[in-house]
T-cell receptor, first 114, second 115 residues
Framework: AQSVTQPDIHITVSEGASLELRCNYS??????LFWYVQSPGQGLQLLLK??????LVQGIKGFEAEFKRSQSSFNLRKPSVHWSDAAEYFC????????????FGKGTTLSVSS | NAGVMQNPRHLVRRRGQEARLRCSPM?????VYWYRQLPEEGLKFMVY????????ESGMPKERFSAEFPKEGPSILRIQQVVRGDSAAYFC?????????????FGPGTRLTVL
């Protein structure tokens, strides 16, 4: 069955420190891959996506993610975290065809300490 | 270009009442998706619609839930005879046909509370 696993439910990082959020997927073929961020009480904002090509993708707000086919992973990274990055982060996958629903992981809540 | 619009943002219903949630997709988008987010869980797909057609409703409960996306106007998610377990955040997303397939843009959500 298709699934997305985010192993870390909650992570706390000091402001200015680096961040890596993990995401592993189980899928028949290489899917489209996404990271979304959700601030409390808000909707989801697309951070970045991978469709094809360079396996290191750059997103908004200084985030990047690396697709590793051999590990079925799509980890999200940021070199220096800001207090405003505190939010919930969701990894998602979709099949490579139009109009396919996203399958989400359960999310990782990021807290930033000063 | 305005984003995906959802209303109301918050909805309170008593058990047995009907809840009607609206979603206006981004301009130029003809695909609409509804997702439900329960506390402590990620988003779960409910239904995918194109104008006047339900394409995939595999995630929709078989009873009490229905969705439509008419030729004119917003998409509607309707929940009849609501129960406490329906309390959740309901998100709508839209995508553009044929361009950057798979990219869905989300609205701010409707938070439904059933008393």
């Amino acid at each position: 069955a298709q699934s997305v696993t985010q192993p870390d439910i909650h992570i706390t990082v000091s402001e200015g420190a680096s961040l890596e959020l993990r995401c592993n997927y189980s899928y028949g073929a290489t899917p489209y891959l996404f990271w979304y961020v959700q601030s409390p009480g808000q909707g989801l904002q697309l951070l970045l996506k991978y469709f094809s090509g360079d396996t290191l993708v750059q997103g908004i707000k200084g985030f990047e993610a690396e697709f590793k086919r051999s590990q079925s992973s799509f980890n999200l990274r940021k070199p220096s975290v800001h207090w405003s990055d505190a939010a919930e982060y969701f990894c998602a996958v979709a099949a490579r065809q139009a109009g396919t629903a996203l399958i989400f992981g359960k999310g990782t809540t990021l807290s930033v300490s000063s | 270009n305005a984003g995906v619009m959802q209303n109301p943002r918050h909805l309170v219903r008593r058990r047995g009442q009907e809840a009607r949630l609206r979603c206006s997709p981004m301009k130029g988008h003809s695909h609409v998706y509804w997702y439900r987010q329960l506390p402590e869980e990620g988003l779960k797909f409910m239904v995918y619609l194109q104008k006047e057609n339900i394409i995939d409703e595999s995630g929709m409960p078989k009873e009490r839930f229905s969705a439509e996306f008419p030729k004119e106007g917003p998409s509607i998610l309707r929940i009849q005879q609501v129960v406490r377990g329906d309390s959740a955040a309901y998100f709508c997303a839209s995508s553009r046909q044929g361009v950057q397939q798979g990219t869905q843009y989300f609205g701010p959500g409707t938070r439904l509370t059933v008393l």
